[in-house]
C-alpha cells in the first residue's frame, strides 16, 4: 500500500506542479509513451540525501539504463592517473610561503599529494573538501561521500545497464585546459591568495556554503535564458558531447535515468534546453 502511495503522489507531482525549486525532471515526446528522468546532481553529498527521498530512488531502479558522467571505479582510477605522473613542486615558486605552507598542512592526509595536483585539479579539489568539512553535506552516519558513486553501487545491485558520457582522462581534460591551453600556477596563483584566512573566514564560509545549502532545500535557479558564457570547457562544451549520447539512449530505451552534476542542467547551453530544442518535454518532478 505504501508503494502504491508513493507511486500515485510521485505521478500526481509530474502532472501539476510547474516550479523549478526541483532537482528531477522527467523527460518524454508527445508522440512516443516513454518516459525518462534527469536528476542534476551535488557530487559532495552524502548518501543520506537520496536515502531520504524514496522518488529519486525509485525512478532511479525502474529505468532500462542509467547515464552517468563516467563510470567504473571513481577513487581508483583518479588516483592512478594522479600517482603516475613525476612530482611537481613549482607550485611553491608561484604561491606565497604562507600559502602554500598552509596548503601542505591542509592536505597532509589525502592519498594523494599536492606535488601530483595540476593547479587547476587543486582548486577543484580544495572546494571539494572545504564543503565536505564545513557545509553540512556528510552527515556521521553517511557510508557514502560521493553522490554519483553512491548511485552506481544502487544500480549495481539491480543490474541494470550503466552508460558513462566521458572518460576520467577527458574530466581532468575538462578540468586543466582552457580552449586548448593548459591551465598554470602562475595563471591562478590569485586564486591560492590568503588561503588560510579565507579558510576561517565565516563570509567566505557562507559564500561556498549557499550552493550545498539551496541544493538540500532543492531552491535552485535554473537560470534558462541566460547564455552559457563561463566555464565553457568545464560545462557547455562537454554538454555539446554528452547530447548525441544521451539522445540516442533516449531513443533506444524505454526509460533512461540520467544523473550529472546540477550545473550541466542551467542556462541555454544546460542540458535540459537542449533536450527541449530537440523536441523533448522536459517538466520538473515536485517531491
Not at 503522489?9 to 516550479?19: A, D, E, R, W
Not at 542534476?40 to 530512488?57: A, C, L, R, W, Y
Not at 566521458?166 to 581532468?172: A, C, G, I, K
Not at 596563483?189 to 549557499?210: R, T, V
Request: proline share 2%; with cysteine; hydrophobic share 35%.
Amino acid at each position: 500500500m505504501k508503494k502504491i502511495i508513493l507511486i500515485l503522489s510521485i505521478l500526481l507531482s509530474v502532472n501539476m506542479v510547474n516550479s523549478q525549486n526541483t532537482i528531477l525532471w522527467s523527460i518524454s515526446k508527445p508522440d512516443s509513451n516513454k518516459t525518462s528522468y534527469l536528476f542534476g546532481t551535488f557530487h559532495q553529498m552524502g548518501n543520506s540525501f537520496v536515502d531520504n527521498k524514496p522518488e529519486i530512488i525509485f525512478f532511479l531502479e525502474k529505468s532500462n539504463a542509467v547515464i552517468f558522467e563516467s563510470i567504473g571505479d571513481r577513487y581508483e582510477e583518479i588516483t592512478k592517473i594522479m600517482l603516475d605522473r613525476p612530482d611537481d613542486f613549482s607550485y611553491r615558486n608561484y604561491l606565497k610561503r604562507d600559502d602554500f605552507k598552509f596548503l601542505e598542512r591542509y592536505t597532509t592526509d589525502w592519498d594523494v599529494p599536492i606535488s601530483k595536483h595540476k593547479p587547476a585539479e587543486l582548486l577543484v579539489r580544495l572546494k571539494q573538501e572545504y564543503i565536505k568539512r564545513n557545509c553540512g553535506t556528510i552527515k556521521s552516519k553517511d557510508t557514502s561521500e560521493h553522490m554519483d558513486e553512491y548511485l552506481q553501487s544502487i544500480i549495481n545491485k539491480e543490474k541494470i545497464e550503466i552508460i558513462g558520457l566521458e572518460t576520467r582522462s577527458e574530466q581532468f581534460n575538462s578540468i586543466n585546459y582552457v580552449n586548448n591551453e593548459e591551465i598554470t600556477w602562475k595563471m591562478v596563483k590569485d586564486a591560492f591568495s590568503d588561503l588560510e584566512k579565507n579558510f576561517s573566514n565565516k563570509k567566505f564560509k557562507k559564500n561556498i556554503c549557499a550552493t550545498a545549502e539551496n541544493y538540500m532545500k532543492m531552491d535552485i535557479d535554473y537560470q534558462f535564458k541566460s547564455e552559457c558564457t563561463q566555464n565553457e570547457d568545464m560545462l557547455s562544451n562537454r554538454n555539446e558531447k554528452w547530447i548525441p549520447i544521451i539522445e540516442n539512449s533516449l531513443q533506444n530505451y524505454n526509460s533512461v535515468f540520467i544523473a550529472v552534476g546540477l550545473l550541466h542542467l542551467k542556462g541555454q547551453c544546460g542540458i535540459i534546453e537542449q533536450l527541449r530544442n530537440s523536441g523533448y518535454e522536459v517538466n520538473p518532478i515536485n517531491f
